[in-house]
C-alpha cells in the first residue's frame, strides 16, 4: 500500500470510502435511525465502500454485564440489518474482533496530548463531579475513536453533531502524525453532518437529545417497539397548547412542537418547511397522529425483521465474523505501514 492512494478521478489523494459505528451499550432507538442508520444506507447506495462497526470497545469504557453486551451488540447488528445495511454490500462488524483497532489506538495515544483530551465536552459529561474515579478508557476514548476511522484511511464519516468534537480531534491527530513522521499517510477524515433529524431530542423534552440511557423509556422510540407502542409514545409525546405556525420561525421557541416536526419530516423524507406548510394550524391532537401513522408505517417493519434476525443468533454471529475477516484486510496492511512509519521491527 502506497501512503497516497489515488481517487476514482485520478486526482491525488485517497480513494472514497466512508466509516460510522454505534455504541452496543443499548438498543437502537428512533435517533440512531434517523441521525445515522438512514444515512449509512444512503452512502452504501451511492456505491462508496462502507464500513459500519458496533463499536464494543468504547462500550467498556464504563462497565457493562457481559450478557447484555452480548445480546446488545447482536441485536444491533440485527437493527442494522433490519435498517436497510446489507452484509453484502457494506462491511458490517464488531470493533474487537479487529485487533487493529486497539493497536492504532496505542500508537495515537502518544500521537495525541494530554490537553487535546482534557478538552473534550464528552468526557466532562460523562465523568461527572468525580473525574479521578472515571475510567482511563474514557478520557482516552477519543483516541480510539479516531483508530477506528484512520485505520482504514476512511474519507468520510456520518457523525452527530455531539459527535463532531472527537471528529475535529481526529483530524488533529491525524495532520500531527503526518508531520511528525514526514508522510502524507492518513487522510483528514471529513464530518458529514446533515438532515432534518440529525439530532433527534427526547419526546419528554425537547431541549436534550433523545437517548438510550434516558430512564424513562417514554423519551424515545424503540426500534425494538411494536406498532401499538411506537403510536402511545407519539401520543403521550409533550407538546404545547398552541397550534402548528406557518413557517418554521413560529417554532423557534417550542423546541418539542421542533422536534416533532423534525421527526416527521425526516421519516417522510421532506423539508421541516414542508411539514409546517402542510399542517400550518393543526393543534397536536391532529398533528401527533398523522405522525403515528408514518412512525409505524416506517418503523414497524424494522422491528419485524430484528425479531426474525434474532431468532437466529448464530446467522448474525457468521455475518460479523465475515464483516471483521473483510475489515481485517483492510486494515492490516495499514497497520503495519504504521509500524514501519514509527521504527517498529517487523518480520519479513
Known sequence: MTDAQTAPDGAPGFAPRVFSGIQPSGGLTLGNYLGALKRFVAAQESGVETLYCLVDLHAITVWQDPARLRHATREMAAGFIASGIDPARSILFNQ?????????????????????????????????????????????????????VMVYHTTHVPVGEDQKQHLELAREIAIKF???????????????????ATRVMSLRDGTKKMSKSDPSDM?????????????????????????LPGDLAGLAERPEARNLVNIYAALADITPEA??????????????????????????????????????????????????????????????????????????
Open 275 to 348: 411539514v409546517v406548510a402542510d399542517h400550518a394550524g393543526q393543534g397536536f391532537g391532529t398533528f401527533k397522529p398523522a405522525l403515528a401513522e408514518l412512525a409505524v408505517s416506517v418503523l414497524a417493519p424494522i422491528n419485524d425483521e430484528i425479531n426474525r434476525l434474532m431468532a437466529d443468533v448464530a446467522e448474525i454471529d457468521r455475518i460479523l465474523g465475515d464483516g471483521a475477516q473483510r475489515a481485517d484486510m483492510i486494515a492490516r496492511p495499514i497497520m503495519e505501514r504504521t509500524y514501519d512509519i514509527v521504527g517498529m521491527v517487523r518480520a519479513r
Open 178 to 196: 503526518n508531520h511528525d513522521y514526514e508522510v502524507d499517510f492518513f487522510p483528514v477524515v471529513e464530518p458529514v453532518i446533515e438532515g432534518a
Open 219 to 243: 423519551s424515545r422510540i424503540n426500534l425494538t417497539d411494536d406498532a401499538d407502542t411506537i403510536s402511545l409514545k407519539i401520543r403521550k409525546a409533550r407538546t404545547d397548547p398552541e397550534p
Open 96 to 148: 474487537s474482533q479487529v485487533g487493529a483497532h486497539a493497536e492504532l489506538a496505542w500508537v495515537l495515544n502518544c500521537v495525541a496530548r494530554m490537553g487535546w483530551l482534557g478538552r473534550m465536552t464528552q468526557f466532562k459529561d460523562k465523568a461527572g463531579k468525580n473525574r479521578e474515579n472515571a475510567s482511563v478508557g474514557l478520557f482516552a476514548y477519543p483516541c480510539l475513536m479516531a483508530a477506528d
